[in-house]
Every structure is written in C-alpha cells, then in structure tokens.
C-alpha cells in the first residue's frame, strides 16, 4: 500500500504487510503480521501492532510504537515499546536507535 503527497491514514490487515506512507504527515499502522511499515517525509505515527515489524520513521519528526512482538524501529524521532512486566513505563530511545530496550529499575 503506498499512500497519497498529502497526510494519509493508512491501516494494513491481518496479513504481512508493506505500507509507504509517502510525504506528509501520516498515520500508519500495520495490525497484526509481519509489517514492513515506512513513514516517508513528514511527522508520521507509524504503529507496527501484534507481530515482529520493521519501521521506519522516515525523514521529519516520527513518532514509532511496534506493539507486542519483537520489532525493529529506525529512523524515529521517538520509539516507544511496550512494557515489559518488570516496568509499566513506557520504551523511549533517542533518533536512529535499532532495537531499544526495556530494563527495570
């Protein structure tokens, strides 16, 4: 699926999906599967779901959150993960981090 110049919202199925967001700001999630989800230009949301995804944030300030699964995010501005059981807080790492990580404490 590949989205339009403008601010799209774009929403995979349960399949393995592959989603371009393009330009603009997007809003993009891959639902369950193995999604391969790209935000393109522009301050996308790009929302991997139940899976082991890859995304990317693309160019602007992205916002990246896989879900459950191991996923893998690049190119964000700002990933978060979801909590593990030690922690009920949120993943957070800094632009370009390839695999963040949840530690307790």
Known sequence: ???TPGNDGICGG??????LGGTGSDRIRGDAGRDQ???GDGADTVLG??????????AGNDRCDGGAGTDTATTCERIAGVPS???SRPVLAPRDSSRPK???G
């Open 1 to 3: 699926m590949t989205g």
């Open 14 to 19: 349960v399949g393995n999906d592959v989603i």
């Open 37 to 39: 989800v790209f935000g």
């Open 49 to 58: 779901g139940a899976g082991a995804d890859q995304l990317n944030g693309g």
């Open 85 to 87: 059981s030690a922690s």
């Open 102 to 104: 949840d530690t307790p």
